[in-house]
Structure formats: C-alpha cells, structure tokens
C-alpha cells in the first residue's frame, strides 16, 4: 500500500467511517415511521432499510426524497425532527457503535501532532451527540456539519473548515463519492473507507488509497 506524508490535518466523514451509523440509525428509523403513522402523516409499509442505508452521505432532503419521494416537504421537515429526536435518546441510552479501533486509532494521530476535524452532511445535534457522547470531543479541533452550516455540498463544507482553521495540507477520510469529490476539489489527499457495507460500486474511485479498516490509516503514513 502506498504511503503519503504526514499531513498538518485529517478531516473525517462520520457515517460509515468513524460511526458504524446503522447500529443506530435502523431502530431510529423504524421508530420515526411508526410515529408518522400514528400521527396519520404517512400512510402505507415501512420503506425498506436498504433505501436510507444507500443514502448515507446525502444531504437530509435528498435523503427523503429518495426514502418518501411521494410525502410532501412538511412529512419530510417532520421526519427530520423526529429521526434527530429518536437517534439523541438512544444515543443517551448508550446505543451505536464506534467501528473498531477508531478510539485508540484517532488518540494515536493526535499523539503525532494531526489536528482533527469532522466534516459531516449531517444534522448539528446528531454529529455532535455521537462524538460527545462516545467521549472523542477531545480529540477534535473543530465539528462541522451541513445542518449547522446549512451548506450545499460537502465540497462547500470541507473548503469553509479549511479557512476558518487555516487548514493547508489534509487527508479527507470517508467512505462516500461525496466525500472523495469534497477532497478532490479541495486539493486533499483523499483515503476512502471500504468497511462499511452499504456504499455503491464505484464510490470511492479517485481516492489515494482505499484502507478496509479504520487503524489502516496509521500504515498510510510515511515513517
């Protein structure tokens, strides 16, 4: 596997590459519909797990879109509020998981001198409920996601992380297209996660390297 050198900075997607997302997300998402159905909203079968699992990485509404393409806007701004509300509480409850060696893997990069940033297409509450609660906010210099910034792609959001910290040389390290195109553009390396089972075929071509777990990222590094 080839190495690269040792950046000033590396800059994570959060679903399927530091959080495996489904451990939380499926009981959530089940949970949302059977809410909208009881309050008469959404009407018809549970639409299947695959749908939103093939979503990740997407902005909420075109998230909804393609899960519900038939509800209107209210149905999908309801789903957002109740999916966030459903996913905090299990979180609280200590539900989902880490992939494996993420902890000791990130604490090894900061011990290096990496700064370390989030970059997510996510919602404020969830991206920063998730790291808070699984107790890595120490080891982040900063946790952007699109609903705090309300940003258009995660091109536009990985660019304004990168001014705000004055970042100049970064890995971007996710598992999806979008995240291998917010490096490109943003003139980063870019390492592509291939653990999380759920991305298309194809994904992350134009990625650096692809690793298949997440402490790979430590034999990336030039000695």
Same mark, same amino acid.
């Given at each position: 596997?080839?190495?690269?050198?040792?950046?000033?900075?590396?800059?994570?997607?959060?679903?399927?590459?530091?959080?495996?997302?489904?451990?939380?997300?499926?009981?959530?998402?089940?949970?949302?519909?059977?809410?909208?159905?009881?309050?008469?909203?959404?009407?018809?079968?549970?639409?299947?797990?695959?749908?939103?699992?093939?979503?990740?990485?997407?902005?909420?509404?075109?998230?909804?879109?393609?899960?519900?393409?038939?509800?209107?806007?209210?149905?999908?701004?309801?789903?957002?509020?109740?999916?966030?509300?459903?996913?905090?509480?299990?979180?609280?409850?200590?539900?989902?998981?880490?992939?494996?060696?993420?902890?000791?893997?990130?604490?090894?990069?900061?011990?290096?001198?990496?700064?370390?940033?989030?970059?997510?297409?996510?919602?404020? /509450?969830?991206?920063? %409920?998730?790291?808070?609660?699984?107790?890595? =906010?120490? *080891?982040?210099? $900063? !946790?952007?996601?699109? &609903?705090?910034?309300?940003?258009?792609?995660?091109?536009?959001?990985?660019?304004?992380?990168?001014?705000?910290?004055?970042?100049?040389? /970064?890995?971007?390290? %996710?598992?999806?297209?979008?995240?291998?195109? =917010?490096? *490109?553009?943003? $003139? !980063?390396?870019?390492? &592509?996660?291939?653990?999380?089972?759920?991305?298309?075929?194809?994904?992350?071509?134009?990625?650096?390297?692809?690793?298949?777990?997440?402490?790979?990222?430590?034999?990336?590094?030039?000695?």
């Amino acid at each position: 596997m080839s190495t690269f050198k040792k950046p000033e900075a590396m800059i994570f997607d959060l679903d399927g590459t530091l959080f495996q997302t489904e451990t939380l997300l499926l009981p959530a998402y089940h949970a949302m519909f059977d809410t909208l159905k009881a309050e008469g909203t959404y009407t018809g079968e549970t639409p299947d797990e695959s749908l939103i699992l093939g979503s990740l990485g997407m902005l909420l509404e075109q998230i909804w879109q393609r899960v519900m393409p038939d509800a209107d806007i209210q149905v999908h701004r309801r789903a957002d509020e109740l999916l966030l509300q459903y996913q905090i509480d299990r979180l609280r409850g200590g539900e989902g998981q880490m992939y494996e060696e993420v902890a000791a893997t990130l604490a090894e990069l900061r011990r290096q001198g990496i700064r370390l940033f989030v970059a997510s297409n996510g919602l404020e /509450a969830y991206v920063k %409920g998730v790291i808070e609660q699984k107790e890595l =906010a120490p *080891l982040f210099e $900063g !946790l952007y996601s699109a &609903g705090e910034f309300q940003t258009r792609s995660k091109v536009d959001l990985v660019r304004r992380l990168m001014e705000t910290y004055g970042v100049n040389t /970064a890995w971007m390290v %996710g598992d999806r297209s979008s995240d291998v195109e =917010a490096g *490109l553009e943003n $003139g !980063l390396t870019v390492i &592509g996660c291939d653990y999380a089972g759920f991305r298309k075929e194809g994904e992350l071509e134009g990625a650096h390297a692809v690793i298949s777990k997440f402490s790979d990222l430590l034999t990336l590094i030039e000695a």
